[in-house]
């Protein structure tokens, strides 16, 4: 016995078919430019690079990883510690967000005694930027996250 497309179809199909915003985005005559669709689909990515592209857009859809992605284009190279104050994250929840943005290849880590200091990659630089546009101020990545972010530099209870 062969299984229907299940309870609803024909409703839901009805609606989609009705429904004038669905129909705007519908060409009403099947017809296809076979060579420049062929051209089109020929300069495609490859499946993994797409899927690749995908992941790194998704680790930038969390609004926690977005804010540290943007703190360190904004701060270079910065310290879990850092991280955390200036995102309003505990050190915990920064190093699991850090991790995420590391295993989809948009920052890197190194340690320096016993601090763990992140940057973004090439590829996280253009990650956000494709996704912040470009009507944002000046980033100030050359300069120290002091310079950049004083609330962190003024704040004389906050220490390594």
């Not at 099947?30 to 062929?38: F, N, Q, S, V, Y």
Request: net charge neutral; aromatic share 2%; glycine share 8%.
């Amino acid at each position: 016995m062969r299984a229907g497309p299940g309870p609803g179809a024909d409703q839901r199909r009805a609606a989609c078919y009705g429904d004038p915003m669905v129909e705007e985005e519908r060409c009403s005559l099947l017809c296809l430019d076979l060579p420049h669709a062929e051209a089109v689909r020929a300069d495609l990515p490859e499946s993994q690079d797409i899927a690749v592209a995908s992941g790194r857009a998704r680790a930038l859809a969390d609004a926690s990883r977005l804010r540290i992605a943007l703190a360190l284009r904004a701060g270079g190279e910065m310290c879990v510690c850092d991280l955390a104050w200036v995102c309003g994250l505990t050190q915990n929840l920064a190093s699991h967000h850090l991790r995420v943005l590391r295993s989809a290849e948009l920052a890197v880590s190194r340690r320096v005694g016993k601090l763990v200091i992140y940057s973004l990659t090439d590829a996280g630089r253009t990650m956000l930027a494709a996704l912040t546009g470009a009507g944002l101020p000046a980033i100030h990545a050359d300069r120290p996250a002091a310079e950049v972010l004083p609330a962190a530099a003024a704040d004389a209870s906050y220490e390594r």
